[in-house]
């Protein structure tokens, strides 16, 4: 890490909602999404795929956790209209 | 409520669209998720001539504070230690068929001020903008058409559906056009912003403000300056990833090379971003009764030119005016929204897909390929040793052919799979061109062997 990445992550105010969500019967431990999230969110939790509870502070909406994941066990949408991460040099 | 167009993301593929509606007398609205256009959008940003060539009237405007005309392009290929080996550059070619792209290759600006612009031209034309919305499903009829959508607080929007929601677009996903892409159909891209003192910038950079860089350490990593500072990031396709993509980038940050240029131009991290960037070799479908698809939700960004924003306004004007046809012929069938597909493949945008799948195949196999990379610079580095003072020129091609014999076993095979089928694909006939070259290196070659001292 060339920084902390909570310095140069930037988030709108308000609830963003629960956007992210790990469906705990269908993962396979295969530790994709662990690799690729970006800001390392993931872990392995008694064996399964989890989402770390504060994720809405780093999370940057990519969705490559979903994305990666090819046991449909992690739930995807966005966060709230007008909420979650601002890229103000995107 | 009622419309006759209804764009889902405001940014340049939306905002060419509900501009394109709105001029025609249409009826347009246009969804954001973020509090203004642009501010959840990231990328490297390099706007081509293209977008010069193909939207003259909007761009001759362009006066945005971040921006930085890039005219040079230069590749560095380093070794596995990530030190610098050899270098190429190069200007825009005088090959070039219209002014712009003689002139410069690429723009450099932030999204957060070019998106945002965009969305003026598209409210100047009557369109509506509605941001800080979030557009969760679609709207269905009784027979489970699409004919419209809905937004989270649950309030419904009939129209003609563009989607320009990006790579991971929920309407697409709603609408059952497309579950998700596919593992080699769409790029993870990791970024650093770097934020730099702009004079120091004009220094060393000035308008050389478009770098990659290759090394077996890393796949490839672009690096593109505006006034105030820079992005440098990669990305890898999903099927491709085997390490966590932010730990490559920050090798390739604190190898020499990037590291004394950093500290050269006193720049600092400013901001991290990740997003999806589809690469496909062939876009999939793009249409379906009621509903479009544009930009990065259609599949059709080039990421090797930092290219996807000339891509999303071009398709999201072809979208719009299809939509026009659709209103003025009341049909909004399957059947009628098929000629959007037709019109963005016989236009320069489907032509970008002529060699879709040879291109996506060599970028990936060589340049991307971190196993691979290496040999391609130290090809590089062995040509140019033959304009150096080394010893003579003699002994330096000599070593310069042994070399490639040496790796030819080994590159040869990766050319002939990766590269070659490229070249052919692209120029097919007019390869016949070139045979009358065969005749002249062949007249070319002297009678006599030249004599040489042993």
């Known amino acids: ?90 | 409520m009622k419309y006759d167009v209804i764009v889902v993301g405001g940014g340049p593929g939306g905002s060419i669209a509900g501009k394109t509606a709105a001029e025609n007398g249409l009826k347009t609205i246009i969804f954001e998720r973020g509090q203004n256009p642009g501010e959840k959008n990231a990328s490297g940003v390099g706007l081509t001539p293209k977008i010069w060539r193909d939207f003259p009237d909007i761009m001759k405007e362009m006066n945005l504070p971040s921006q930085r005309v890039n005219r040079r392009c230069t590749a560095h290929f380093c070794d596995e230690k990530g030190e610098l080996v050899s270098e190429l550059s190069w200007t825009p070619s005088k090959l070039n068929t219209y002014k712009e792209a003689r002139e410069f290759m690429t723009v450099m600006v932030y999204r957060h001020q070019y998106d945002k612009w965009l969305s003026t031209f598209a409210v100047d034309a009557g369109a509506e903008l509605k941001t800080s919305t979030l557009i969760t499903d679609v709207l269905r009829d009784s027979s489970g058409r699409v004919t419209g959508v809905v937004d989270e607080r649950g309030n419904k929007y009939e129209g003609i559906v563009i989607a320009a929601d990006g790579a991971i677009s929920v309407v697409a996903r709603k609408a059952g056009m497309r579950a998700k892409f596919g593992p080699y159909d769409t790029t993870l891209v990791v970024n650093y912003d770097f934020e730099a003192p702009p004079e120091k910038i004009d220094e060393f950079i000035g308008d050389n403000a478009l770098h990659a860089w290759f090394s077996p350490l890393y796949p490839g990593v672009y690096n593109f300056f505006k006034k105030d500072g820079f992005h440098i990031g990669l990305g890898q396709w999903f099927g491709a990833i085997t390490r966590n993509l932010r730990g490559y980038l920050e090798d390739c940050i604190k190898s020499p090379p990037v590291a004394k240029m950093i500290k050269q131009l006193n720049a600092k991290p400013r901001e991290f971003h990740a997003h999806q960037l589809p690469w496909l070799q062939y876009p999939k479908k793009t249409y379906a009764h009621n509903i479009m698809l544009v930009g990065d939700a259609a599949g059709f960004p080039c990421p090797l030119e930092a290219e996807g924003i000339w891509h999303a306004m071009y398709s999201g004007r072809l979208a719009a005016l299809t939509a026009k046809e659709a209103i003025d012929n009341n049909d909004v069938s399957e059947r009628q929204m098929k000629k959007y597909e037709e019109s963005w493949v016989n236009s320069p945008l489907g032509e970008e897909f002529a060699a879709g799948k040879e291109f996506q195949e060599f970028w990936a196999g060589l340049p991307f390929n971190t196993e691979k990379v290496g040999e391609l610079g130290d090809i590089v580095n062995n040509s140019l040793n033959l304009f150096t003072g080394a010893t003579s020129h003699l002994e330096m091609s000599q070593l310069f052919l042994k070399s490639l014999r040496e790796k030819g076993p080994s590159i040869m095979p990766l050319f002939r799979k990766y590269l070659f089928p490229y070249v052919f694909r692209i120029l097919e006939e007019e390869l016949n061109d070139l045979a009358p070259f065969n005749d002249m290196f062949e007249k070319m070659r002297p009678k006599k062997k030249i004599r040489r001292r042993n």
């Open chain 1, 1 to 90: 890490m060339l920084v902390p990445l909570e310095n140069i992550i930037h988030k709108l105010e308000g609830d963003q909602g629960d956007f992210i969500k790990p469906i705990r019967e269908n993962c396979v431990a295969c530790k994709r999404c662990i690799t690729v999230c970006p800001v390392n969110l993931w872990y392995l939790d008694d064996g399964k795929a989890n989402i770390k509870d504060d994720y809405k502070k780093l999370c940057l909406e990519c969705g490559a956790c979903w994305q990666s994941c090819e046991y449909n066990a992690i739930d995807f949408t966005y966060p709230k209209g007008g909420t979650g991460v601002i890229f103000k040099r995107g």
